[in-house]
């Protein structure tokens, strides 16, 4: 037999070599992330506290900034912190709660996405079966299906990525813990994870861009037949944007995921990485928020309450 040693822990990699580099990207990668904090959490507060905003709608955009600043959460920080300090290892325990976390959070963001974007067909389609169809007990169930699908698939996906054995390396060529990567380290017979990702992304992924595909079609050619040029003006800008992330979103994974195991850059392993777990986080606030005139209205009204509640409280110190 050949001798090895089995892995106890991973290397991950840092955002550059050159420290000033790794500066850069840190702090650039810092900002994307409070900068999705922000606006997922302004987007969670105004549809919570504005009560004209009660609709399934603003439910399910409610549920995705959620789901977003989890998303982001599980990768950005940690990778930020290890670059700047140098610390590159992870346990076995933390690679395996990277995984099923990241696993878990593409599922649902995805299921959302499509969920979404036949909540839109729904509304724009048949406006007059709209509240029978998406009333608010079809919404929790969709919700909490999303919820329990993705964690049986990313349980099953973690359970069976460390069943395996990692004797070749321990160095990940990736700033977080991803089940493609690791595959690649294993010194087992992967087999039966490739096919379990394969049927995933065709059982998940491929069901979920048709319904989406579907319903934008019907969405597009439905707005196309308005005669107000100004209304399709509008439905096209929220759209398109929408398509592109999600696009993106599905491309780049089905690309890190579904390709054939070959050596390649570390620096392309990381950029296509931010493609579907750092940049739908980001932008999805951005499209549903400054092009959404009832959201900003809805931040406006919190905003005003929150300064006139900050200097009644001041006139009342100074009286008192």
């Known amino acids: ?95 395996a709660a990277q995984i099923f976390l990241v696993f878990f959070c593409a599922c649902v963001e995805i299921l959302f996405l499509a969920v979404m974007a036949h909540d839109r067909y729904v509304a724009i389609c048949k406006p007059l079966l709209y509240p029978i169809i998406m009333n608010h007990q079809i919404c929790v169930q969709m919700t909490l299906a999303s919820l329990l699908s993705s964690l049986v698939i990313a349980g099953m996906h973690t359970i069976k990525t460390f069943q395996l054995s990692f004797c070749h390396s321990n160095k990940v060529p990736q700033f977080f813990c991803d089940v493609p990567s690791l595959l690649r380290l294993s010194c087992s017979d992967t087999f039966t994870n490739k096919l379990l990702i394969l049927l995933s992304a065709i059982v998940v992924s491929g069901s979920c861009f048709i319904l989406i595909a579907e319903s934008y079609v019907h969405i597009l050619s439905t707005v196309l037949r308005v005669p107000v040029k100004g209304e399709r003006g509008k439905a096209f800008s929220t759209c398109v944007p929408h398509i592109i992330v999600v696009s993106l979103f599905l491309i780049s994974g089905a690309y890190v995921y579904l390709r054939t195991p070959v050596t390649s850059e570390v620096v392309q392993e990381m950029t296509l990485s931010v493609l579907y777990s750092i940049v739908p986080p980001f932008l999805n606030p951005i499209i549903y928020s400054l092009r959404n005139k009832q959201i900003k209205e809805a931040v406006r009204k919190v905003t005003l309450r929150i300064f006139f509640r900050v200097e009644y409280k001041n006139i009342v110190l100074v009286m008192v």
């Open 1 to 95: 037999m050949a001798n090895f040693t089995l892995v106890t822990e991973f290397l991950l990699e840092v955002f550059a070599e050159t420290w000033e580099l790794r500066i850069l990207l840190s702090v650039m990668f810092l900002l994307v992330y409070l900068g999705s904090l922000l606006g997922n959490l302004t987007i969670i507060i105004a549809t919570t506290v504005d009560q004209t905003l009660n609709t399934p709608m603003y439910f399910f955009l409610r549920n995705l900034s959620i789901l977003d600043m989890c998303y982001i959460s599980v990768t950005v920080p940690n990778a930020c912190v290890n670059s700047l300090t140098d610390q590159r290892n992870i346990s076995m325990t933390g690679c």
